[in-house]
């Protein structure tokens, strides 16, 4: 910061203004991956997809070292719940749909593309050799002719 130099001393906003957008660089500076993380989000920007909000976030769960956790989405009439369990560099994620039912799922990783199943008539889904990074679920109800999209908040894994 500048030197603020005797006491009463008057500075202009702009100086002010650019000596604290310097120390919040110092102190808290944005993530390097923030842009690549704004444009992963915006490229379902022309899609009509509803977003899922987080429900809750077990923080315990990946305590002492196990490599999992657990994360509930929520959007009007559909929950979902996934388990992430991390093997080696990458994760595999077990997901479960209430109500139950055969819908498409796709997992979105930024820079390595997407994987998709279907959920069994109970619900259940799992996605296996899913990469490090921002990931974003899509889930796809109903079909082609009256088809409705639920995308989950972006997470990194």
Known sequence: MNDLG???????DDVLLADIGR??????????????RVQFALALEDLDVEVARWERLDTLAGVRGTGTGTITFTVS???????????????????????AGQYGVEVRVAEHGTTSTTADEGGRFVLDNVPRGT??????LGDVT?????VTPTVVL
């Open 77 to 99: 009439d559909l929950t979902v719940m996934i388990n992430l369990t991390k093997i080696g560099k990458q994760h595999r994620i077990d997901g479960w749909l209430v109500p």
């Open 23 to 36: 120390f919040l660089d110092e102190l808290d500076p944005p993530p390097d991956d923030l842009v690549q």
């Open 135 to 140: 990931t974003q679920i899509l889930v796809h």
């Open 6 to 12: 005797t006491p009463g001393e008057a500075f202009s």
């Open 146 to 150: 009256c088809r409705r999209t639920v």
